[in-house]
């Protein structure tokens, strides 16, 4: 009986381990995962007056996004735990396509009205000028995945992509590139300064990420975006040309590295390799997982060149219906 109950014991102690080991790998590894919709466009952390902030929300995907289950959270310079959060939304609140939506702190005085506003006093949360994280979760806070993030100043929270990008002066803001489209995933590359900050709401003016004119657009997708080893998945990458001027001889290559494939997988738009239709400017592989694959979602990212010199990227998020690294 005591061999029964310290065998048992051993069990419940590495059970309780394994558990805590892979929330804290799982969440250090939602911050690295590709943004596919709803993105942080730009936040403002200071300004005139105390807890003069804000939070610009974009839509950059190509579908309407209900913010539903969605929550809005910070994280102190070197916070282990969200704060706030800054906004949750319990009913139905879609975001068009390229549509912005703009939370504010109940002490902003800019002259954009907000779509929702905490009250710093009454959720305890209000942002550093200097150093912090912003991210939107897609389920609870601490625990939600997310969807993206932002950090600023040389905070040590896991909330960033990339390097973190400076911290905005007073009245000033960070600002996403291209009109809040730009996502590479590193924040250093994405934000620069707008001085004064020009927030953006649900009535402002709506900026669909889309190619043309001088900009080469391209979006990746799978199908289908859960599979198990030995399976195959379609992945595809539809580009828009930019007219100004005109794309010529566009290319996408894939960094499939992470599901068991090339770091340089040329993607096809000839009807082969899994492409559906010669000449759409929908560029497709046809990806085959290894049958020791590991579970986990996977990020597969790709580039959009044309012989103009633009490049794009883009990217996706893979289930792979495996044990996960580490357990039984």
């Known amino acids: 009986m005591k061999k029964f109950l310290l065998s048992l014991a051993i069990v419940v102690a590495l059970g309780f381990y394994f558990d805590h080991v892979t929330e804290a790998d ?18 403002q952390a200071g300004g005139g007056v105390a807890d003069d902030e804000f939070v610009e929300l974009h839509n950059i995907g190509s579908a309407p ?28 609140t879609i975001v068009q396509p390229g549509q ?16 929702k506003i905490y009250t710093p006093s009454v959720c305890l949360c209000s942002m550093s000028a200097t150093v912090g994280g912003l991210a939107i979760r897609n389920g609870a806070v601490n625990t939600g995945t997310v969807i993206d993030a932002v950090g600023w ?14 911290a ?18 590193n924040n250093s590359v994405d934000f620069s300064n707008t001085n004064p900050g020009a927030a953006r709401n649900s009535s402002t003016t709506t900026f669909v990420c889309s190619g043309g004119g001088s900009t080469l657009f391209a979006a990746m997708a799978a199908s289908p975006t859960s599979v198990s080893p030995g399976g195959n998945t379609l992945l595809s990458v539809t580009v828009i040309p930019a007219t100004t001027p005109p794309s010529t001889g566009i290319t996408v ?10 770091a340089s997988q040329t993607f096809f738009d000839d009807g082969s390799h899994g492409d559906a239709t010669a000449g ?8 085959a ?18 012989a103009q010199a633009r490049n794009t990227p883009t990217n996706t998020n893979i289930t792979v219906n495996a044990v996960l690294p580490d357990e039984d």
């Open 26 to 43: 799982a969440q250090a590894a939602d911050t690295n995962l590709v943004s596919p919709n709803i993105v942080i466009s730009q936040f």
């Open 65 to 92: 996004v209900d913010l539903n289950g969605y929550v809005l959270v910070y994280r102190s310079s070197a916070g282990t735990t969200d704060v706030g959060p800054f906004a949750s939304w319990t009913t139905s």
């Open 100 to 115: 912005y939506y703009l939370v504010t702190s109940s002490t902003y005085d800019g002259g954009v009205a907000a779509d």
């Open 153 to 166: 100043g040389n905070a040590t929270n896991i909330f960033f992509e990339g390097t973190r990008t400076t």
């Open 168 to 185: 905005p002066a007073n009245n000033s803001s960070q600002s996403r590139g291209l009109n809040g489209c730009q996502d590479t995933d």
């Open 253 to 262: 290559i894939g960094d499939l590295s992470t599901i068991g494939g090339l």
């Open 280 to 287: 759409d400017n929908v560029f497709s592989f046809l990806a």
């Open 289 to 306: 997982i290894p049958v020791d694959a590991t579970g986990g979602t996977k990020n597969v990212t790709a580039i959009a060149s044309d």
